[in-house]
């Protein structure tokens, strides 16, 4: 196949494409590097099946040649980013989808967007099955990334049933490891990079927010699974082991090694407004029609993700 990765220098859409070049496809990797890193690409740079292609898809796209799919990775996501791009976090998820979709209509390809856990809010269901339908503060500063996945499997879902197009989406939960940016805001490269600089791990409010937490290969291996099965509608990929913020803090510390201390704060911006309580996925769908679940645990994943980072701090 011939594949078109948009966000695929970012820490998602790198892993992806790695996927895909090992499976003996040839990947385009499309990204404008507002949040995206080529240093996660230049191992594949030189590759006889390997392209790189900076362009911001909220923007016509051209691509020269036939392609079998296109996956739909560029957005940012972390709250960092969001909030400091708004406008391009809604264009991205709007015209970028209009733009990367219409592409897969024209070249006759299958399309996978990579949709979010976001799409539920600050859910009032636990753990949140595909037809749970969300509880999404519009007009809040999350919104522009809750808002602009949703608008965005929302246009995937009429291009499947006025075009008979070829869909997937998938929604991811909150995934880890190798590649992740040190600085991106989430909770994650956070305590990581403060358990291994000696600082204290910060944790907002009392820690007791819920989170489940996969290791990359996981996601790879489930979206992997996704585009080539018959499943039109939205599945979720994620871990179903949920734990405190306050307890995975617990474990980053005990992976690392570290003293540092667990200090308690109360952010004065707004990352945190309509921060979900809880976040875990019913993935008994992808179970079903994928045959995938998580196989990595924490302890295993957090090895090879504070690996990484001890590098770069």
Not at 242 to 254: C, Q
Not at 276 to 293: C, M, N, S, T
Request: glycine share 10%.
């Amino acid at each position: 196949m011939r594949v078109l990765i948009t966000g695929g220098a970012g820490f998602l859409g790198s892993h992806l494409s790695d996927r895909f070049i090992q499976e003996g496809h040839t990947v385009l990797v499309m990204d404008n590097l507002i949040t995206g890193n080529t240093d996660n690409i230049a191992h594949l740079s030189g590759h006889e099946r390997f392209t790189f292609i900076k362009h911001n898809v909220s923007n016509y796209i051209y691509v020269d040649g036939p392609l079998d799919a296109v996956l739909h990775f560029a957005s940012p996501a972390s709250p960092n980013d969001y909030l400091e791009h708004p406008i391009h976090t809604l264009k991205v998820g709007s015209l970028g989808t209009l733009n990367t979709i219409g592409l897969a209509k024209a070249k006759g390809a299958r399309y996978l967007l990579a949709s979010t856990s976001e799409v539920y809010g600050d859910p009032q269901v636990n753990p949140q099955p595909e037809d749970y339908w969300g509880h999404v503060n519009p007009i809040g500063p999350r919104g522009v990334y809750d808002e602009a996945k949703r608008f965005a499997e929302a246009m995937t879902m009429a291009y499947q049933r006025y075009h008979g197009l070829e869909t997937r989406i998938v929604r991811i939960f909150n995934t880890y490891g190798p590649r992740m940016r040190l600085h991106d805001g989430r909770v994650v490269p956070n305590f990581i990079s403060q358990a291994l600089t000696g600082e204290p791990l910060t944790v907002y409010m009392d820690g007791q927010q819920t989170r489940s937490f996969q290791y990359v290969s996981d996601l790879v291996e489930g979206v992997y699974r996704l585009l080539f099965s018959d499943e039109p509608e939205p599945v979720n990929i994620g871990n179903p082991d949920e734990m405190t913020i306050l307890e995975f803090a617990h474990a980053v510390k005990e992976a690392t090694g570290s003293d540092s201390e667990i200090t308690y704060v109360q952010p004065e911006d707004q990352r945190t407004r309509d921060d979900p309580q809880v976040r875990r996925p019913d993935i008994g769908k992808a179970r079903r029609v994928l045959g995938w679940e998580p196989q990595v645990g924490l302890k295993e994943g957090l090895k090879a993700t504070i690996g990484y980072f001890r590098e770069r701090v």
